[in-house]
T-cell receptor
């Protein structure tokens, strides 16, 4: 089932902070975050795994609440280059193991000078 | 290191035809996943292959199929094309199964159905 992202869109001034949320109705094995700029391929930002392990870029931070099946991506002191669409992807646990990455509809982030 | 390569970049087909898309993963990556991206539905998971075996499959009709070769290259086939199949098809590769590995996306194949 597709995770739900919020907000759908956000406009910020350069230097402001933003939080993007992702929630699922199923127990999660992992949460992935990607950013896609217009006309380009999605680019990996971070993975958060059940049990607390994280893999990602140093300048990106995120949280994963396993009990609530929620994740949040924190963008601090935003720069113009942060503009784009942010997708969270979730892998849920089924009887045979993880069942494939399902992406949310995305959050459009616009950073203005 | 070369990135993920998808061919062709653009394709125009008519209804009822079939199409094969190709994906060459990053060297050393054994997992390849395919996604369909449209403005209305976003990124939708098609299937994932790992070591030549289909590991997971999304909720798409049987007209969509894929395979992975021993060199990890993958192909995706769509038969009996419909207008709704017009989309950007993205391939992503990772070292291992997608659950705990970053995925590296190719630039995609834009398929237009007339």
């Amino acid at each position: 089932q597709q995770p739900v992202q919020s907000p759908q869109a956000v406009i910020l001034r350069e230097g402001e902070d933003a939080v993007i949320n992702c929630s699922s109705s199923k127990a999660l094995y992992s949460v992935h975050w990607y950013r896609q700029k217009h006309g380009e391929a999605p680019v990996f930002l971070m993975i958060l795994l059940k049990g607390g392990e994280q893999k990602g870029h140093e300048k990106i931070s995120a949280s994963f609440n396993e009990k609530k099946q929620q994740s949040s991506l924190y963008l601090t002191a935003s720069q113009l280059s942060y503009s784009g669409t942010y997708f969270c992807g979730t892998e849920t646990l089924s009887g045979g193991g993880a069942d494939g990455l399902t992406f949310g509809k995305g959050t459009h982030l616009i950073i203005q000078p | 290191k070369a990135g993920v390569t998808q061919t062709p970049r653009y394709l125009i087909k008519t209804r009822g035809q079939q199409v094969t898309l190709s994906c060459s993963p990053i060297s050393g990556h054994r997992s390849v996943s395919w996604y369909q991206q449209t403005p209305g539905q976003g990124l939708q998971f098609l299937f994932e292959y790992f070591s030549e075996t289909q590991r997971n499959k999304g909720n798409f009709p049987g007209r969509f199929s894929g395979r992975q070769f021993s060199n990890s290259r993958s192909e995706m086939n769509v038969s009996t094309l419909e207008l709704g199949d017009s989309a950007l098809y993205l391939c992503a590769s990772s070292l291992g199964p997608t659950g705990n590995q970053p995925q590296h996306f190719g630039d995609g194949t834009r398929l237009s159905i007339l």
